[in-house]
């Protein structure tokens, strides 16, 4: 039997190399090093080289969060809801009817498809994390419901994707 191995060799990087990749400055950097998220070799008390496995590693993590931002600059909660053909007022009323709490589970789901954290959400449903929180864990009663919201926001030119 033939067996094919990949081996990954990790070269460390100097300082600019790795400003470059995680598009921070020297604060940052120095951050990551004191809280032990970005290892390095020292040689006296200069820094010669930092471990690209981490750089690589904390660079995802920035990008996520971009993108993320980069969502949500995309699809407002209030156009989510007008798109959907909820009410706002409706949404954030007190009102517990089981057709009001379906539309909240379903426009919570969508806005964690598009980045938001459950306490925007609960800000914007005029509730709190917690309740988010059961909305959301709640939302497979809504399934079908949420996957034609997300496809409607599709097609209505919404991408939940981030364009290349």
């Given at each position: 039997?033939?067996?094919n191995k990949i081996t990954l060799i990790f070269?460390?990087?100097?300082?600019?190399?790795?400003?470059d990749i995680l598009q921070t400055n020297q604060a940052i950097l120095s951050y990551y090093i004191r809280t032990?998220?970005?290892?390095?070799?020292?040689?006296?008390?200069?820094?010669?080289?930092?471990?690209?496995?981490?750089?690589?590693?904390l660079a995802m993590k920035r990008k996520n969060r971009?993108?993320?931002?980069?969502?949500?600059?995309?699809?407002?909660?209030?156009?989510?809801?007008?798109?959907l053909g909820f009410g706002i007022d409706g949404l954030k009323s007190q009102d517990?009817?089981?057709s009001l709490v379906d539309r909240r589970r379903i426009v919570a789901s969508v806005m964690k498809a598009y980045g938001y954290t459950q306490i925007q959400t609960g800000e914007f449903l005029n509730r709190d994390h917690s309740t988010?929180?059961?909305?959301?864990k709640s939302s497979y009663l809504v399934e079908r419901e949420i996957n034609e919201?997300?496809?409607?926001?599709?097609?209505?030119?919404?991408v939940k994707e981030k364009k290349e």
């Open positions: 039997m033939l067996f070269v460390d990087m100097n300082k600019e190399e790795a400003l032990g998220k970005l290892r390095c070799t020292k040689i006296g008390s200069r820094i010669s080289d930092y471990n690209d496995g981490d750089i690589y590693r971009r993108d993320r931002k980069d969502m949500q600059s995309i699809l407002t909660p209030q156009q989510i809801a007008g798109a517990r009817s089981v988010v929180a059961i909305l959301l919201a997300l496809h409607l926001l599709n097609k209505l030119g919404y």
